[in-house]
């Protein structure tokens, strides 16, 4: 069983940044498929960035150039630093972690067994 937790959300204005993480407990973050995701009130979850268990990234197109996704294997965390931020960026944001997801289903949420709670992001314009 993984349990997975995330910190940093919070209220910035547009153009800023912030940082999320997300603690694993129960595996070793690399021999997962890990990713972030986001929903906004009204929508449906949408992949953001995920990463293979080596360590591989991909983003989304309105993500790309913007947010990073990285990780610490020693601290077993996962982090996603998002910049430039926009107030469409904003929603509750969910990391994810499966022990196999095919490629072509990385951005999809039900492809992804463990999640967050979610921690919420907001920016203002």
């Known amino acids: 069983e993984v349990q997975l937790a995330e910190f940093g959300g919070g209220s910035v204005q547009s153009g800023g940044s912030l940082r999320l993480s997300c603690t694993a407990s129960?595996?070793?973050?690399?021999?997962?498929?890990m990713g972030w995701f986001r929903q906004a009130p009204g929508k449906e979850r949408e992949g953001v960035a995920v990463i293979t268990s080596s360590g591989i990234p991909r983003y989304a197109d309105s993500v790309k150039g913007r947010f990073t996704i990285s990780r610490d294997n020693a601290k077993n965390t996962l982090y996603l630093q998002m910049n430039s931020l926009k107030p469409e960026d904003t929603a509750m944001y969910y990391c994810?972690?499966?022990?196999?997801?095919?490629?072509?289903?990385?951005?999809?949420?039900?492809?992804?067994?463990?999640w967050g709670q979610g921690t919420q992001v907001t920016v203002s314009s």
């Open positions: 994810a972690a499966d022990p196999f997801v095919v490629g072509t289903r990385m951005f999809n949420s039900d492809a992804y067994k463990y």
């Open positions: 129960g595996r070793t973050i690399s021999t997962l498929y």
